[in-house]
């Protein structure tokens, strides 16, 4: 968990500067419709004001430049030629009372600050939560002080107004930015991402596109929807900007009303989804399985041990099998045996688990454990002294199938053959009139792997993760299998070369045994390839390992 006293500075404002090259592009693009006012919502020193002089923006009449930072502003005003007032102001202050009231612009462009909502200062989220409001759009307090810039902007742009941004790559599946999706699509005639395939801000891990979108005329227009460009390098920078707008591919109706991921796919990878997802034999994970999440213990480090501690204060009596994090399951399955070897290796494999209310009921050595705790104020933990009992961990109960909520490659379902705990980096899974092993046989295959990626969200590292919601939309074609299936494919999954071999094999098992060709298997497994992949990139734009690993 991140805390705001662990932030530095730079990151509490969100002071992440653009290339120049990025915003000279960006500024060629609005040079394109002649603009004759424009509007820098966020302006830190000034590389787009710079970029608007050295671009040579003749058509250009007013410009409007905030910035929160004083030093910045300052830089700001001093790096253009151009009679630019940098106000140094909050800019979503100067929308709500003065900003609508004056002319609207022909363009915005920029760089919002990408800032949590919860280390925002109560009157920027105050403000935030307005700008929700005033344009009737769903807030939420997950919400990140980018997406009410944008929305801003958007609303200040004129029919026809152009607005060229650099903002996080999130926009395309994180959940809080729905509104700003659906807003954008119902505001926009023309959305283009350029969505390049290496990070190209490495001090924030932060994926970074850049979004050109002009506004629709009218309001009866027909919006063409969203185009997405992958975009190799920066070499990118140096095409005419106007000319990929106008000839990108633009993709409209249901494929945008959610998540803009199914954008990623081309026409026949989007047409073959649809055609299986009305399959009889493959069904959405919610119709079998239910979803719950695993077991908050408010201190892993105190709750989870090795054996050496529960000997040493000798808990055995309230120890448990327990697993939940990446390095302890291996396989399709977690058997004795693996529970046996991550204790052997010094794993945290023990669940210590005290029922007892009373702690004067408790003997010595487990008193003298709990004190422990309460050395490292355990207690006053959020989740523990939440509890009339800080040690008693509630919700206790084993599933018979698990789920980590995070994965590098694909998400996969393992069988809890160890009737082991799960912590609450895992999902307790209990499937509805299947068999578990042919659940978890079933569920890693290509269809099932890239419909996860469309579905969950990831954040920078590459990790996807997903959400009990976005675990129930997820597809599963359901076969039959015995535990004998599962245990060959589990060895299978061990000695597999490459995660991606070991899903080949399986989509010939799986996909195959419910009548998708070999053909249409291909078309999945290179579809989730490509979403993976993406999710993978790096700063130099390398694609991650691909060899198995522990997830
Ligand atoms: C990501 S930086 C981008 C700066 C510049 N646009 C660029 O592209 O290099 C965002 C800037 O927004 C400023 N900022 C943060 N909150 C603001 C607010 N409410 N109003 C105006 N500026 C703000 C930060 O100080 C930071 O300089």
Request: proline share 5%; charged share 25%.
């Amino acid at each position: 968990m991140n805390f705001i006293e662990f932030e530095t500075e730079q990151k509490l404002r969100g002071g992440f500067y653009t290339e120049p090259a990025i915003a000279s592009f960006l500024i060629r693009w609005i040079k394109a419709s002649n603009p004759k006012s424009v509007l820098e919502p966020s302006c830190g020193d000034g590389v787009f004001l710079q970029a608007i002089d050295e671009e040579s923006l003749k058509s250009v009449k007013r410009i409007a430049a905030f910035e929160l930072n004083k030093v910045e502003a300052k830089k700001a005003s001093c790096r253009t030629h151009l009679p630019v007032l940098v106000q140094n102001s909050d800019f979503l202050l100067w929308y709500l009372f003065n900003g609508q009231s004056e002319d609207q612009f022909d363009a915005v462009v920029g760089n919002p600050p990408f800032i949590r909502y919860q280390y925002l200062p109560t009157k920027q989220q105050l403000l935030a939560e307005r700008i929700f409001a005033q344009l009737r759009l769903p807030f939420t307090k997950h919400t990140n002080a980018w997406v009410p810039f944008v929305l801003a902007s958007i609303k200040l742009l004129r029919p026809g107004g152009r607005l060229a941004m650099v903002i996080p790559s999130e926009i395309f599946h994180i959940p809080h930015a729905q509104s700003l999706r659906r807003y954008l699509a119902e505001q926009c005639s023309k959305i283009l991402i350029l969505d390049p395939e290496e990070i190209w801000f490495e001090d924030t891990l932060q994926g970074t596109v850049l979004l050109l979108a002009e506004k629709k005329r009218t309001v009866s227009e027909k919006g063409l929807g969203v185009a997405i460009i992958p975009v190799k390098s920066r070499q990118v920078l140096a095409c005419d900007p106007e000319d990929l707008f106008q000839r990108a591919a633009y993709t409209n109706g249901a494929t945008i009303e959610g998540k803009w991921m199914p954008v990623f796919l081309s026409v026949s990878e989007r047409s073959l989804l649809s055609e299986l997802r009305a399959c009889k034999d493959i069904k959405r994970f919610v119709d079998v399985a239910s979803v719950d999440v695993g077991i908050v213990t408010g201190a892993n480090g105190f709750f989870l041990v090795p054996d050496a501690t529960v000997r040493e204060h000798s808990l055995q009596p309230w120890a448990h099998p327990m697993f939940g994090r990446s390095d302890h399951v291996r396989g399709l399955v977690y058997s004795d045996g693996d529970h046996e070897t991550n204790k052997k290796i010094g794993l945290p494999a023990n669940f210590l688990w005290f029922e007892e209310e009373e702690i004067k009921n408790l003997p010595k050595n487990v008193r003298a454990y709990l004190e422990i705790g309460l050395n490292q104020k355990l207690h006053t933990r959020f989740k523990c002294r939440t509890r009339k009992t800080w040690y008693k961990v509630p919700s206790v109960y084993s599933a018979p199938i698990a789920m980590l909520k995070r994965a590098h490659h694909y998400p996969r379902l393992v069988l809890n053959g160890a009737d082991a705990y799960t912590t609450d980096t895992a999902y307790r899974i209990q499937p509805l009139g299947i068999k578990p092993e042919a659940l978890v046989l079933s569920f890693v295959n290509s269809l099932t792997c890239l419909t996860a990626e469309m579905e969950g969200r990831h954040y920078g590292g590459g990790v996807l993760e997903l959400v009990p919601s976005e675990i129930e939309r997820v597809l599963v074609p359901i076969i039959k299998a015995t535990e004998a299936d599962l245990k060959a494919a589990d060895r299978r999954f061990r000695s597999a070369k490459s995660n991606s071999e070991f899903l080949r094999m399986q989509d010939s098992i799986v996909l195959g045994k419910i009548g998708v060709s070999r053909s249409d298997q291909e078309a999945l497994h290179a579809a989730w390839l490509k979403l993976r992949d993406r999710r993978h990139r790096t700063p130099s734009g390398e694609i991650a390992e691909r060899a198995i690993e522990a997830e």
